[in-house]
């Protein structure tokens, strides 16, 4: 089987792409990367040598560039991670989601029907989608499968346009499509945008820890591995044109998992207990931020047999250690362009 993988040097296609590397040797793995400023060939340094891998640079949104690699490498099956990731970018500057998370799909859509559609059989295109396409919760409540969409920023909403073009090139050309919605992620080679990163960066660093609001707001965490583990169950037994929720059943007041990293990072680095805790620094809330989200992954895991491997604490002490162990990779992505992001996200208010 040849398999495009897209934004496989990014966070979780890095980890994903490596998973399949490793576990199907029988696998050819195209990655194609655009190679942005969260893509990052240091991410896959690792496997780029391997005789299933390939890389290929190239944009998701060129419609030729997209046929010839098809052609060329007779890709069988894709799975679809490129996109623009980070919400606070989308708000800042939407178009840039609309042009590669809703165009790009449908680009790769139309070529893999054009491509596949003599014979349909045996290939299939894996969407990987978020959690923030259901909306926001209160206090209560859980997303499922066939929760209402309601998208709310101009992330979610790219995404979300991505899933229904997914879904309409599935019922009206027959693409046999699979799609799988995820919790926020955490673990090695995430972008310092994000709010694990970014705190353990800034605590490292002793910089202030920019809390967006009162710090109330609800995440449900997983461990990038097992979201790779997760996507390769769902490839490989997921029924066409079903959905399939991700989730760590593992719910984080932004606050309570700010003072757990805080606590976790300062021992790592022989601080006293709590020491850092002083550099939290209440700022602006995003616009629109999005209360609560919490997934329900039964049927994941009674159709398909998926539980997440990691216990939290786990999980976040092996993120801790890999930032720890790899000040070089932190070095290179947070120099250039990245200052200036700061500089706009968070300039005024922390300095
Ligand atoms: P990321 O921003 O780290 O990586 C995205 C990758 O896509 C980068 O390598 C980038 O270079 C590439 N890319 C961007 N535009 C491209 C284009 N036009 N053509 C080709 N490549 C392009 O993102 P991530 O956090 O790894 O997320 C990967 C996918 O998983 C996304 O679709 C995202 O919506 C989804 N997702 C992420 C999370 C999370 O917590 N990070 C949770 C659920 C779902
Ligand atoms: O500086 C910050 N301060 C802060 O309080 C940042 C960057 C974030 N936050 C808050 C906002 C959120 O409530 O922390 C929470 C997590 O923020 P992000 O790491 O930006 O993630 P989120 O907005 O929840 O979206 C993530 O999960 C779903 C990913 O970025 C998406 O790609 C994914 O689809």
């Not at 027959?174 to 699979?178: D, E, I, M, Q, S």
């Not at 020491?275 to 550099?279: G, I, R």
């Not at 620094?281 to 809330?285: A, E, R």
């Given at each position: 089987?040849k398999?495009?993988?897209?934004g496989g040097a990014g966070?979780?296609?890095?980890?994903?792409?490596?998973?399949?590397i490793?576990?199907?040797?029988q696998y050819n793995?195209?990655?194609?990367?655009?190679?942005?400023?969260?893509g990052n060939l240091?991410?896959?340094?690792?496997?780029e040598d391997?005789?299933n891998?390939?890389?290929?640079k190239?944009d998701?949104?060129?419609?030729?560039?997209m046929?010839?690699l098809?052609?060329?490498?007779?890709?069988d099956?894709?799975?679809?991670?490129?996109?623009?990731?980070h919400v606070d970018?989308?708000i800042?500057?939407?178009f840039v989601?609309?042009k590669t998370?809703?165009?790009?799909?449908?680009?790769l859509?139309?070529?893999a029907?054009?491509k596949?559609?003599?014979n349909?059989?045996?290939k299939?295109?894996?969407h990987?989608?978020?959690d923030?396409?259901y909306g926001?919760?209160?206090?209560t409540?859980l997303?499922y499968?066939?929760t209402?969409?309601d998208?709310?920023s101009?992330?979610?909403a790219?995404?979300?346009?991505s899933?229904?073009?997914v879904r309409?090139?599935?019922h009206?050309y027959?693409?046999?499509?699979?799609l799988s919605?995820?919790?926020n992620n955490?673990g090695a080679?995430?972008?310092?945008?994000?709010l694990?990163?970014?705190?353990?960066n800034?605590?490292?660093?002793?910089k202030p820890?920019?809390?967006?609001?009162k710090?109330?707001?609800?995440?449900?965490?997983l461990?990038?591995e097992?979201?790779?583990s997760?996507?390769d169950?769902i490839?490989?037994?997921?029924r066409?044109?079903?959905?399939y929720?991700i989730?760590?059943?593992?719910e984080?007041r932004n606050?309570d998992?700010?003072?757990l990293l805080?606590?976790l990072t300062?021992?790592?680095?022989?601080?006293?207990?709590g020491?850092?805790?002083?550099?939290i620094?209440?700022?602006?809330?995003r616009?629109?931020h999005?209360?609560r989200?919490?997934?329900?992954?039964?049927?994941?895991?009674?159709?398909?047999?998926?539980?997440?491997s990691?216990q939290?604490?786990?999980?976040?002490g092996?993120t801790i250690?890999?930032y720890l162990?790899?000040?070089?990779w932190?070095?290179?992505?947070?120099?250039?362009?990245?200052?200036?992001y700061y500089?706009?996200q968070?300039?005024?208010a922390?300095?």
């Open positions: 089987m398999i495009l993988i897209t966070f979780i296609g890095s980890h994903v792409v490596r998973h399949f490793h576990k199907y040797p793995i195209i990655n194609l990367d655009l190679l942005t400023y969260a240091e991410n896959i340094k690792d496997i391997a005789p891998y390939t890389f290929v190239g998701i949104q060129d419609i030729d560039q046929r010839g098809f052609t060329k490498y007779e890709i099956a894709v799975i679809h991670l490129a996109a623009e990731s970018r989308s800042s500057d939407p989601f609309i998370n809703v165009l790009g799909t449908a680009t859509l139309q070529v029907k054009e596949w559609q003599d349909m059989e045996g299939l295109f894996y990987v989608s978020t923030e396409v926001s919760l209160e206090d409540g997303f499968e066939d209402a969409y998208p709310r101009p992330y979610s790219s995404k979300a346009s899933d229904h073009f309409a090139w599935h009206t027959g693409l046999p499509v699979v919605n995820c919790s955490y080679n995430q972008f310092p945008e994000k694990i990163p970014l705190f353990i800034n605590i490292i660093n002793e820890l920019p809390v967006y609001g710090g109330i707001n609800v995440r449900d965490w461990y990038v097992d979201h790779a997760a996507i169950v490839f490989h037994k997921g066409n044109g079903e959905t929720n989730g760590g059943h593992n984080w606050i998992l700010i003072k805080i606590k300062d021992a790592k680095l022989g601080r006293p207990e020491s850092s805790e002083k550099l620094t209440y700022v602006t809330d616009a629109g999005d209360l989200y919490a997934i329900d992954a039964s049927k994941l895991k009674d159709e398909l047999g998926w539980v997440p990691l939290f604490e786990e999980g976040l092996k250690d890999w162990e790899n000040k070089d932190l070095a290179n992505v947070i120099s250039g362009d990245y200052q200036k500089e706009n968070y300039g005024s922390i300095g």
